[in-house]
């Protein structure tokens, strides 16, 4: 591809747009974009956010993905990734999700937080994000591509709202103090087969750190954490591919239950 046939932001998030609207997927960014870099991918990225809240979606929060160093080390970078997370994105603990409305879904267990104070910081700390933290919630985020194949790197990833699709949130607040985030187990049940174990240390070693990070990104970015945010911090285990039909069942310890159902 000649330098002059190369996409541009708003050329690149147009085609995203429209695999997003259209459920079919488009052959990777990365060699193709006029600027195939970090910012190049988030320009693509805040295009679309743009794009969408003129359309009147609303933005509700963010997710961190990239959070495990193994799936860092495999991408090639050393560091999260994020992306937002529209009101229309949530569905309902154990509300089936309709065929067809994902490309091609997997799953993740989360620690999610709601943030009660807003985080504008140039650089937070812990003590900054567990005042700001109104309560956790066990959640599932449900993960996909615009991009074919899940064929991604880095750059296709963060353009593509960090592989965004859908979330669900358990319905039981749990305040900070009465969970250890960083010791917590998570099992992730596909019926009655465990499909994904892990904990919080495999979030950037517990998923404090990931919110620390968010929230000083997020400020640069000028669209910092407010309250009333929602905040999916990061996958606790390994993430699991999805089949019509299957319901996955997600127990945190010291947060409970959370489940997924695909119609």
Sequence with gaps: MTEASLLNTEAAAALLMAAHAGGQAIAPLRDRLAQADQDGAYAVQEANT????????RLVGRKIGLTSLAVQA??????????????????????????????QPKVEAEVALVIG?????ERH????????????LPAIEIVDSR??????????????????GLFVLGGRPVKLSDIDLTACAMEMKRGDEIVSRGNGRACLGSPLNAAVWLADVMVRCGRPLLAGDIVLTGALGPMVAVQS???????IDGLGTVSALFA
């Design 50 to 57: 743009r794009a969408w809240l003129a359309q009147g979606r």
């Design 74 to 103: 495999q991408l090639g970078v050393d560091q999260p990734d994020f992306g937002m997370l529209f009101a229309d994105m949530a569905v309902g603990d154990g509300e089936p999700v309709t065929a067809g409305r994902l490309i």
């Design 117 to 121: 104070r807003d985080l504008t910081h």
């Design 125 to 136: 700390t812990y003590a900054d994000l567990i005042r700001a933290t109104e309560y956790a």
């Design 147 to 164: 991009i074919a194949n899940w064929n991604i790197k880095f750059v296709d990833t963060v353009a593509d709202n960090a592989s965004s």
């Design 245 to 251: 039909g299957e319901r996955f069942d997600v127990s």
